[in-house]
């Protein structure tokens, strides 16, 4: 026997049932106590039902309880059957189910489902070869520009080009003060707002304002590259002068249109030879993505150029200027230019392997708290024996009674407060580490700091508050494991820094440090990952009330965990450079978001949508007419692809090949969708179907007879 307590939320809502959902499925999980601990991995579900007896509806504050008697076994391998109970606490019976028989979904179709599931979650950035509009752009001859130079000969070069096409230029170059030095050329200091504010109104004073002002950033490449293996990580003046000239701009000429051009050199690994060594240029493009959210009027463009002659830079990027295209995320690779899409990732079919070695070590940042401390639990659970969490903060209660949970199952975990982003206090755990337990095997990274905020509101220091746990962090987990014998080095970074999240600039900025230091471990021979994860249900930092229903609403919804660390499984195994992870849907996404169905980064996706929804307003129809014009073996044929196409398409894909024996209520169909379904279906067949139909674990299998039955 097993108690059932009622969630308060469920309570609520029994008035409208005989006996609820959510109660009906508790009180039917009595049976699970036996299903056989040997085959605990395989998944049951409910395939039949003898008699069902109802005798009183159930209170929304009685005490319950489940009892279960278990029939003998058939012989049919992977059943169980019995009966179940439905109790209150003086023992009356409220309810029976007789014979309610489980069955095993061993086999490839459960495997294909899952796959195909969680497939929909998973994304990548694809570099396709894209020609430019050779001609020059419509009011590209009318324009000024503004070009933050990088004080070097690019900048210069472009100027000139500019010039001699007709064009009107203002040169600004990083200075310790603010001073004019020559006739449209300044200096400004990155890190003070207020001199971007006096140039902003100096270059838009009275008279000028009605001139188109494109603006040219060139300040990325103020920062150096790795070299030698070392990177100085203090360099910040590429952001910073960013987050002021949008401020200083927001100030000056409000939401006026202007186009911001944003320009790197060396930071995606796309041709071979890239070696993907700017790694502090990168932030520039989380910050950029984020940008086209909160001041969409200024059309942010990203441009990466890889490490040919100054006087070529400058000829590439003035062609892609004047051509004024509309490709917001451009790389240059000598002649050959290449255009950013987010596309559908999709794991391969294969033998699963053993993820973890039980004779090594595995270190966890944040690994005290949220995401990171789910992590732990599912290595344990997948065979890792030796674990070191890493936290900036002791464990909490609520975490300790976790890892003691571990130790209980087997595991050795040590806790260690460490900042990870100060090299020396990671040096000494590390070298305790080697001292002390078996070699290190793998690094997982998912220490991270937010602090939200519109790029408006926020200061420089807020900016960059964001920044030591991602990339110094990081960095010096690079540095510090370089000679440790590493099967994984995981950093879980964020799809803010993939696809941009308003409110989020600096945590985009910091998080597309991760991204491209994935690219450049691969890129010199060491194992990396790079994980854009969106948001887990439950879980993280993202799971704050008011602001995960406001995303939920909007198409950026959250994820189970269980899927979140299934996916994460078969990318270690399948061992992708980057992958985006997350519950989006571009369509509610853009609603409030309009500028991005201009986006050329979400074309692919947009096309995606657009034709599955198409196909949904005008795909074939099915009626009860044309079902009794075939033989019987024909309509199940007919019936059973035409209920499959109708979920599919509920669901967001082109098809899907479904087990007959899977619950529909797997499949993630909520009320709205099951609503969605029931109109289809009663519209085009003309039969009758409750609406709870899909959400009470009815099979497919189970659903097509109910079908077929009214026709």
């Known amino acids: 026997m097993a108690r059932i307590v009622i969630p308060r939320e469920v309570a609520e809502d029994m008035s409208g049932y005989i006996v609820h959902p959510a109660l009906m499925d508790a009180f039917l999980q009595g049976i699970t106590p036996f299903l056989p601990e040997e085959q605990e991995d395989e998944t049951y579900v409910p395939v039949a039902v003898r008699q069902v007896k109802f005798y009183q509806r159930p209170g929304p504050d009685e005490l319950l309880w489940t009892h279960a008697v278990v029939r003998p076994a058939t012989g049919e391998q992977g059943t169980l059957e019995g009966d179940v109970f439905l109790l209150n606490e003086q023992g009356q019976v409220l309810l029976e189910v007789l014979g309610f028989r489980l069955q095993s979904l061993g086999g490839d179709n459960t495997q294909e489902f899952t796959r195909q599931r969680l497939n929909q979650l998973l994304y990548t950035l694809e570099w396709r070869p894209q020609a430019r509009r050779e001609q020059p752009g419509q009011g590209t001859l009318r324009k000024r520009w503004l070009i933050f130079s990088e004080c070097g000969?690019?900048?210069?070069?472009?100027?000139?080009?500019?010039?001699?096409?007709?064009?009107?230029?203002?040169?600004?170059?990083?200075?310790?003060?603010?001073?004019?030095?020559?006739?449209?050329?300044?200096?400004?200091?990155?890190?003070?707002?207020?001199?971007?504010?006096?140039?902003?109104?100096?270059?838009?004073?009275?008279?000028?304002?009605?001139?188109?002002?494109?603006?040219?950033?060139?300040?990325?490449?103020?920062?150096?590259?790795?070299?030698?293996?070392?990177?100085?990580?203090?360099?910040?003046?590429?952001?910073?002068?960013?987050?002021?000239?949008?401020?200083?701009?927001?100030?000056?000429?409000?939401?006026?249109?202007?186009?911001?051009?944003?320009?790197?050199?060396?930071?995606?690994?796309?041709?071979?030879?890239?070696?993907?060594?700017?790694?502090?240029?990168?932030?520039?493009?989380?910050?950029?993505?984020?940008?086209?959210?909160?001041?969409?009027?200024?059309?942010?463009?990203?441009?990466?150029?890889?490490?040919?002659?100054?006087?070529?830079?400058?000829?590439?990027?003035?062609?892609?200027?004047?051509?004024?295209?509309?490709?917001?995320?451009?790389?240059?690779?000598?002649?050959?230019?290449?255009?950013?899409?987010?596309?559908?990732?999709?794991?391969?079919?294969?033998?699963?392997?053993?993820?973890?070695?039980?004779?090594?070590?595995?270190?966890?940042?944040?690994?005290?708290?949220?995401?990171?401390?789910?992590?732990?639990?599912?290595?344990?659970?997948?065979?890792?024996?030796?674990?070191?969490?890493?936290?900036?903060?002791?464990?909490?209660?609520?975490?300790?009674?976790?890892?003691?949970?571990?130790?209980?199952?087997?595991?050795?975990?040590?806790?260690?407060?460490?900042d990870v982003s100060r090299e020396q206090e990671l040096a000494q755990a590390l070298a305790w580490l080697r001292r002390e337990l078996p070699p290190l095997r793998g690094v997982f990274h998912s220490a991270v700091v937010l602090d939200d905020g519109t790029l408006l509101q926020l200061t420089r220091e807020r900016f960059l508050g964001v920044r030591p746990p991602r990339i110094a962090g990081a960095w010096n987990l690079h540095r510090l494991t370089l000679d440790d014998p590493l099967d994984y080095f995981v950093l879980f970074s964020s799809a803010a820094s993939l696809i941009g999240s308003p409110g989020q600039g600096n945590y985009a900025a910091a998080s597309a440090f991760l991204d491209q230091l994935a690219f450049y471990r691969r890129r010199h021979g060491y194992p990396a990952l790079c994980v854009n994860w969106g948001r887990w249900g439950e879980i993280g930092q993202a799971t704050r009330e008011s602001r995960g229903q406001r995303l939920d609403a909007r198409g950026f919804a959250s994820m189970r965990p269980e899927d979140g660390l299934a996916i994460l499984g078969t990318l270690l195994r399948q061992s992708p450079p980057q992958v985006g992870v997350m519950s989006f849907y571009l369509p509610d996404w853009s609603r409030f978001y309009p500028n991005l169905t201009a986006s050329s980064l979400f074309n692919s996706l947009a096309a995606e949508s657009e034709a599955q929804e198409e196909q949904r307003d005008s795909g074939p129809r099915l009626t009860r007419e044309m079902l009794a014009e075939l033989d019987a073996e024909q309509r199940q044929r007919v019936l059973s692809e035409y209920l499959s196409n109708q979920i599919a398409r509920v669901l967001g894909h082109s098809s899907l090949k479904l087990d007959a024996r899977l619950p529909l209520n797997w499949l993630g169909i909520d009320s709205l969708m099951s609503v969605e379904l029931k109109n289809r279906i009663s519209a085009d067949l003309n039969v009758t179907i409750p609406v709870t139909t899909f959400l009470q674990g009815i099979t497919f299998e189970v659903f097509l007879t109910q079908i077929a039955e009214q026709m």
């Open 153 to 418: 000969e690019l900048g210069e070069s472009l100027a000139e080009r500019l010039h001699a096409a007709g064009a009107e230029c203002i040169v600004v170059v990083p200075g310790d003060s603010y001073r004019q030095l020559a006739p449209r050329q300044y200096e400004v200091p990155p890190a003070d707002p207020r001199a971007f504010q006096r140039l902003c109104e100096e270059v838009w004073s009275e008279g000028s304002e009605e001139i188109p002002t494109d603006i040219v950033y060139l300040w990325g490449m103020l920062t150096t590259p790795v070299c030698d293996g070392m990177l100085d990580l203090e360099q910040d003046r590429a952001e910073s002068g960013v987050l002021h000239l949008l401020q200083a701009h927001a100030v000056a000429k409000g939401n006026s249109s202007s186009r911001l051009w944003l320009v790197t050199s060396g930071v995606h690994a796309i041709e071979e030879q890239d070696r993907a060594t700017a790694l502090l240029q990168a932030p520039l493009w989380g910050l950029g993505r984020t940008i086209v959210y909160e001041h969409p009027h200024l059309h942010t463009t990203l441009i990466d150029i890889d490490g040919m002659a100054p006087e070529e830079q400058a000829e590439r990027v003035f062609k892609e200027l004047w051509s004024d295209d509309v490709e917001d995320e451009v790389a240059l690779r000598g002649e050959r230019r290449y255009a950013a899409r987010l596309a559908r990732y999709h794991l391969r079919d294969e033998q699963a392997r053993p993820l973890f070695r039980s004779d090594g070590t595995y270190l966890i940042t944040g690994g005290l708290s949220g995401v990171g401390l789910r992590t732990a639990q599912w290595m344990v659970e997948q065979g890792a024996r030796h674990l070191i969490l890493l936290g900036r903060r002791v464990a909490s209660k609520g975490a300790e009674t976790v890892i003691e949970s571990l130790r209980a199952a087997g595991a050795s975990v040590h806790t260690m407060q460490v």
